[in-house]
């Protein structure tokens, strides 16, 4: 077992009911699963005082990503929605850094590339 303690950090992507719930516009099957082990590993870094994040797709109503609107992605994570909200069962012990609040892909929670160029 891995030993976890304050310089560590624990990054916890997108447990979202759009992609962890079975009715989620882009469920990964088996998403739900995720959630049990997200929450050993967070009690594992809390125990341990090591700091755990979160990061949140929180895309606008139509950006150019969906693809009602020119893109590639069925619209998911919509600010405020049921599948934007994190999973009920996931332990929320740290702060949540949400992504793609601009119109940006929010594939990362450390960049932000344009949404029409794509650009860096």
Known sequence: MPRF????????????NDFADPRGS???Q???LVVAQANAQIGAFRAAAGPVIYTQDWHPAAPPHFHKDGGVWPAHCVARSWGAALHPSLEIAGDVVRKGTAGEDGYSGFTCRDPVSGAA
């Open 26 to 28: 882009l469920y990964v």
């Open 30 to 32: 088996g998403g739900e």
């Open 5 to 16: 303690g304050p310089a560590a950090a624990l990054i916890v992507v997108d447990v979202q």
